[in-house]
């Protein structure tokens, strides 16, 4: 039967390819990829050699129904994204929808991922009532008030269900998401820097900590970032009542002067 293939790519350490992509991606006539210099390297450093598509935001809309067309013509074709799994803040969803619009089959090869990475590295609480899920919100807005907005829109969600919140972040914007996180109520974070690649780096600290401790050094600004925002239970005995907004603040009161 016609088909995609999805394949998740490494997103640092090579090694990281599975069997199953290898195997795929060596079976094809062709792989779309979001920058041909990119992929031609990474397939070179698996032995590779296949001709690539380039599609990407700018020319996706003119080269999904050709690569359909293909698809339908017999042709054996993969879609892979720069790192990771296509379509997780990358490409990969318009040609996924507009193939299985189609009537033809999609199949995804797992590999992968910053986001799960991330949290598979932060201590997420497994298996607990509410701690288990997470909240994914890729990048931020790239301006300053509607990222803002858009953080805080973010963050309530993820509290109000006691979710995480993975964020992706390019490490030229991390000093001014510092500064914004800062503004807002204080919470757990872990920063997950390099992935599987060799200065892979780990830190968990509080939110308002977080511009104090990339200024203490140049070095920590370098690299790719995904964030893991944990949900703080409340804390009434430690909570600051200027940190609290009005209702809570009356709740605690009513609590405290019932003993509780
Ligand atoms: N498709 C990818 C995935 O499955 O995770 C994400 C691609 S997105 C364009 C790139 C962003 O993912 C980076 O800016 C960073 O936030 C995160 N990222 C990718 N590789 C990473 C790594 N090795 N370590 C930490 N974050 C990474």
Same mark, same amino acid.
């Given at each position: ?11 640092g350490?090579? =090694? ?30 698996l ?16 080269? %999904? ?9 017999g ?7 720069d790192? =990771? %799994?296509?379509?997780?803040? !990358? ?6 929808? *507009? ?75 991390? *000093?001014?998401?510092?500064?914004q ?17 060799q ?17 203490? !050094? ?9 964030? #893991?925002?944990?949900?703080?239970? #409340?804390?009434?005995? %430690?909570? !600051?009542?200027? !940190? ?9 009161t ?7």
């Open positions: 039967t016609h088909c995609l293939y999805v394949v998740a790519t490494p997103i350490n090579r =090694g990281d390819i599975s069997l199953r992509a290898w195997y795929t991606l060596s079976l094809m006539d062709a792989i779309a990829c979001e920058d041909t210099r990119n992929s031609a390297n990474l397939l070179q450093s032995g590779l050699h296949k001709p690539l598509v380039a599609v990407h935001e700018h020319n996706e809309h003119s080269q %999904t129904p050709l690569l359909v067309a293909r698809l339908q013509a042709e054996r074709i993969a879609c892979i994204s790192a =990771g %799994t296509p379509g997780i803040s !990358d490409p990969g969803a318009h040609l996924v929808a *507009a193939v299985r619009a189609a009537g033809l089959r999609i199949i995804p090869l797992p590999g992968a991922c910053a986001a799960v990475t991330a949290l598979s590295a932060s201590g997420v609480p497994a298996g607990t009532a509410h701690a288990q899920g997470f909240v994914f919100a890729g990048f931020l807005p790239s301006k300053g008030r509607e990222r803002l907005t858009a953080l805080q829109a973010w963050i309530a969600q993820a509290q109000a269900a006691q979710h995480n919140l993975v964020i992706y972040e390019a490490p030229h914007r991390m *000093a001014d998401l510092a500064r996180l800062a503004d807002l109520p204080p919470l757990t974070l872990t920063l997950a820097r390099e992935l599987s690649k200065f892979e780096h780990l830190h968990t600290l509080p939110s308002h900590d977080l511009a104090a401790w990339l200024a203490e !050094d140049a070095q920590r600004l370098r690299g790719e970032f995904a964030l #893991v925002l944990h949900p703080s239970p #409340v804390r009434a005995a %430690t909570a !600051d009542a200027g !940190d609290l907004d009005e209702a809570t603040r009356h709740t605690l009513v609590l405290l002067d019932e003993g509780l």
